[in-house]
């Protein structure tokens, strides 16, 4: 019978560790601390410390932003699975040199780093231009959406809050009234620590509501959108946004980034708390111009095109790209059924008609103008006699067209005897109409979107926007799926941009690592 070796698993041992010899070269947390030790500027962060004179001694911001950026680059988002890490991970004692400090520690330094954070960005970028990884040549932008550190349930307008307080106050006085009751008839309890759990269940109610009122106090108008149209606010955070994103609807930050095409190397990073990238769009051009200017370029846009996709076009964004002196590449939602390359497309586009809608292609449809107004409530009446509701005030196209947007109901689509006539998409749910009174450029000019549609159509604008993909996709791929990033996990814009920033900071540290140098020192 074969012997072996006992192999006891219990066992332990030290074992001398020399730190210097744990960062090897070649890897991410080599590139990671010469970088920071020798590339970047921490003035600011220095300036911040108080204690010259008096108190203890604070840990140096070098060494926790090693050992933050590491973390993420090991897609470590909880500040106390960094401070367990600080404690067992070889390379993270490496780079901390020895250092264990406190998760509260750790999440205090990543809130409290503010405007540092984009110029810790713009210096890796600096770096990042100094080694030829950046092609000024062509950006192309996109966006993100990412649940943050709050609650979709607490979100909404006052009037849902209000109603919100009045459920919990209604809730309060059942309860209240119940034990009145029991007390009159001086019944013992049905079931023994029922009343103990009411009253507990009594005061969790009243501090909601207590919370609400708060809220409301602090909050006496509702946020408004791009439309002028109320939109939902956080009890939890204010600045974050409710949004639809490819995992459905979220309550967090859009997260913009503009990415270079040579080495896919991240320009401009910022997180909004608005899901319409077209509302975000001003904000990252300016943002990179003014990043490149840190870097000697007066106007990096007079070299760089800018391409996106549809959902940052709109008249507006048109306008202002035109004024910024952009030669950008945007394209409509109706860019593709244009596209030659497309053409056939539809016929291998499979439809999911419902049982006894099937509707053949060349019937009549109810148009716009078959939706009358009635004068006396404001509503618009479809051809079948139902009121359909104002939906969007100032609703606009991106060409330039804009008026009152209305919606039917549902319920009153579903069992409409006219549904076939009026809906051309058998799976929508009710009919949305558009009753366009204005436009923003005079009847024969040529509104900025349209010169758009037209730059965008012709062979060298499709074959631009066709670079897009390859350039800015891998990039969110790399953040989201590749770092970990798949929610914020602070709260409020200004803390929520220093993580977003910090992960593209990490990104970018990786690009210098493969493409700047095989190991510096």
């Known amino acids: 019978m074969a012997r072996y070796k006992p192999a006891d698993y219990a066992q332990g041992q030290f074992i001398p560790i020399s730190f210097e010899h744990q960062i090897l070269p070649g890897t991410f947390e080599h590139a990671l601390s010469y970088i920071v030790d020798n590339k970047l500027e921490f003035t600011a962060l220095d300036a911040a410390r108080k204690n010259d004179d008096a108190g203890a001694p604070a840990y140096d911001p070098r060494v926790m932003l090693k050992i933050v950026l590491y973390a993420y680059a090991r897609g470590m988002l909880s500040s106390r699975e960094i401070e367990a890490s600080c404690r067992q991970n070889v390379v993270m004692m490496a780079l901390s040199a020895n250092s264990r400090p406190h ?23 600096m770096y990042c ?73 009594i005061e969790t109610l009243k501090a909601k509501a207590a919370k609400i009122e708060q809220w409301l106090r602090e909050n006496p108008e509702d ?18 946004a409710k949004m639809v994103s490819s995992h459905g609807v979220v309550q967090g930050y859009n997260g913009l980034a503009m990415v270079d095409a040579k080495h896919q190397v991240i320009v401009g990073a910022e997180a909004f708390g608005k899901g319409h990238d077209a509302e975000v769009f001003e904000p990252i051009v300016d943002q990179v111009r003014d990043n490149f200017r840190a870097l000697g370029e007066e106007d990096i846009y007079k070299k760089a ?12 964004s048109a306008k202002m790209l035109a004024g910024r002196g952009v030669d950008a590449y945007v394209p409509d939602k109706l860019f593709r059924q244009r596209d030659p390359a497309f053409q056939t497309a539809r016929r291998h586009r499979i439809r999911k008609a419902l049982v006894g809608r099937s509707v053949p292609p060349d019937r009549n449809f109810y148009a716009a103008r078959d939706f009358v107004l009635n004068p006396e409530n404001g509503k618009l009446i479809c051809p079948a006699g139902k009121e359909l509701y104002l939906k969007d005030r100032n609703f606009k196209t991106a060409n330039g067209y804009y008026g009152p947007q209305y919606k039917a109901k549902i319920t009153d689509c579903r069992a409409c ?35 758009m549609i037209r730059k965008i159509g012709t062979e060298v604008g499709r074959y631009l926007y066709g670079m897009r993909m390859g350039i800015v996709e891998p990039v969110f791929a790399n953040l989201c799926h590749m770092l970990g990033l798949d929610r914020f996990t602070l709260r409020g814009a200004g803390k929520v941009n220093i993580q977003w920033r910090l992960f593209a900071l990490v990104h970018n540290i990786h690009k210098i690592r493969r493409y700047g140098w095989a190991g510096a020192g």
């Open 103 to 125: 998760f509260t520690t750790i999440a205090q330094f990543i809130r409290e780093m503010g405007d540092a954070a984009q110029k810790l960005f713009v210096d890796v970028l």
């Open 223 to 240: 946020k408004k959108g791009s439309r002028g149209t109320p939109v939902k606010s956080s009890m939890t955070d204010k600045d974050s």
């Open 129 to 201: 231009d100094e080694l030829g990884l950046i092609g000024k040549e062509m950006f192309a932008v996109d966006g993100c959406k990412l649940p943050s550190n709050a609650s979709k349930e607490q979100s909404g307008t006052r009037a849902d809050f209000e109603n919100r307080r009045k459920k919990f106050k209604a809730a309060i006085d059942r309860l209240v009234k119940k034990h009145r009751e029991r007390d009159a008839d001086g019944k013992p309890e049905a079931v023994p620590g029922m009343r103990e759990r009411e009253e507990k269940a």
């Open 305 to 316: 095109k800018v391409t996106a996709d549809s959902g940052f076009h709109t008249e507006e």
């Open 417 to 451: 005897g006219l549904r076939t006539r009026c809906l051309r998409n058998p799976e929508v749910l009710s009919r949305t109409v558009a009753k366009f009174t204005h436009r923003l450029v005079a009847e024969g000019e040529e509104s900025f979107s349209q010169k």
